[in-house]
C-alpha cells in the first residue's frame, strides 16, 4: 500500500503552473491513498479532483470551514465506505482555521487525515485537538480491529507534546497511545525537513518569509500491543524539489510510504 500526504497551499502562487507539477508528479507516483490540506473546493472547482483525475474517489471536509473554499481532503483508488469527521473547532483562538480531523474507512484501513490549529503559539490546542483524534480512532478500533494510518500537515515538530503524544512517549488528558513514525523509521537520525527555506515559496510567496526549517509534515502507523500492523517499507519526501519545469509544487514538500500489513487483524 503507498500512501501520500501534501498540503496543497491553495491557489496561491502560480497555481496553474503548480497543477501541472502536481498533477504529473502524483501520476508518477501512483499512490493508493492521498490525505490533503489547504485544497480549494469552491462551487465546480475542486484543486484535489483537478490533479488527480476520475480514477480517485475524493472526499472533502464538511464541518469546521471558514465559508473560503480551503478545506482538507482524503483521496483513495478504492471506494471509501465509511466517513467520519471530528469536529477540532474548541475555542476561540482555532476559529480562524478550518482545524479537523478526517477518518475514511478503506477496507481493512482507517486512514486518518489530522489537520490541528497551525499557529506555532497554539500547541496547547493542538494536543486537544490530538487527544480528541486518538479517542476517535481508538474508539473505531475497539469496535473492530483496522489498520490505522495518520498522515498529515500536523503543524508541530517532532519534539512537540502533540507529537511526543502520538509516538507513545508521554500521555496526554489521561490517554496514551503509539504511533510509529515512517520517516524516522526509514530515516533514522534525518531530519527530514517539509517546511523548509531550502523551498523558495516558503520564503518569496507567503507570509511566514521569515521562518525555521523543521518537520511538520507526517505518516504514521498505529501500534497494537503487539507492534505496528502495518510495516514500514520505505517512506520519502515528495515535490522537494522543482519539476522538469522549473516549478516548485507547493510551500510544504509532501511524504510518501510504502507499507506492507505484518499479520492479519481478527
Known amino acids: 500500500m503507498r500512501v501520500a500526504t501534501l498540503n496543497l497551499w491553495v491557489r496561491n502562487g502560480d497555481w496553474e503552473a503548480r497543477a501541472v507539477a502536481l498533477r504529473d508528479g502524483l501520476r508518477a507516483l501512483a499512490p493508493d491513498v492521498v490525505s490533503f490540506q489547504e485544497v480549494v473546493r469552491d462551487g465546480a472547482a475542486d484543486t484535489a479532483a483537478e490533479i488527480l483525475g476520475p480514477e480517485y474517489h475524493v472526499r472533502h471536509q464538511e464541518t469546521g470551514l471558514l465559508g473560503d473554499g480551503n478545506c482538507a481532503a482524503i483521496a483513495s483508488r478504492t471506494p471509501i465506505t465509511g466517513w467520519h469527521e471530528v469536529d477540532q473547532q474548541l475555542g476561540p483562538r482555532t ?9 475514511a474507512e478503506i477496507g481493512e484501513l482507517l486512514f486518518v487525515n489530522h489537520l490541528p490549529s497551525w499557529k506555532p503559539q497554539l500547541e496547547a490546542e493542538r494536543e486537544l485537538q490530538t487527544v480528541a483524534a486518538a479517542r476517535r480512532v481508538e474508539a473505531m478500533v475497539a469496535e473492530r480491529p483496522r489498520h490505522v494510518v495518520l498522515a498529515g500537515d500536523l503543524d508541530a515538530t517532532p519534539e512537540a507534546a502533540s507529537l511526543r503524544f502520538l509516538k507513545g512517549l508521554q500521555s496526554l488528558e489521561g490517554i496514551s497511545v503509539v504511533y510509529h513514525d515512517a520517516w524516522e523509521r526509514a530515516h533514522p537520525g534525518d531530519p527530514g525537513l517539509t517546511f523548509t527555506t531550502d523551498n523558495p515559496l516558503m520564503t518569496r510567496d507567503t507570509d511566514v518569509a521569515v521562518e525555521t526549517s523543521r518537520r511538520i509534515d507526517y505518516v504514521l502507523v498505529r501500534c497494537d500491543e503487539f507492534g505496528p500492523t502495518l510495516d514500514v517499507r520505505r517512506c520519502d519526501r515528495i515535490f522537494d524539489r522543482p519539476s ?23
Do not use: K, M, N, Y
Not at 476559529?95 to 477518518?103: E, K
Not at 522538469?244 to 481478527?266: N, Q, T
Open 95 to 103: 476559529a480562524d482555521f478550518p482545524a479537523t480531523t478526517l477518518i
Open 244 to 266: 522538469p519545469a522549473g516549478v516548485w509544487a507547493s510551500d510544504h514538500f509532501g511524504l510518501v510510504a510504502e507499507l506492507e500489513p505484518v499479520r492479519v487483524l481478527s
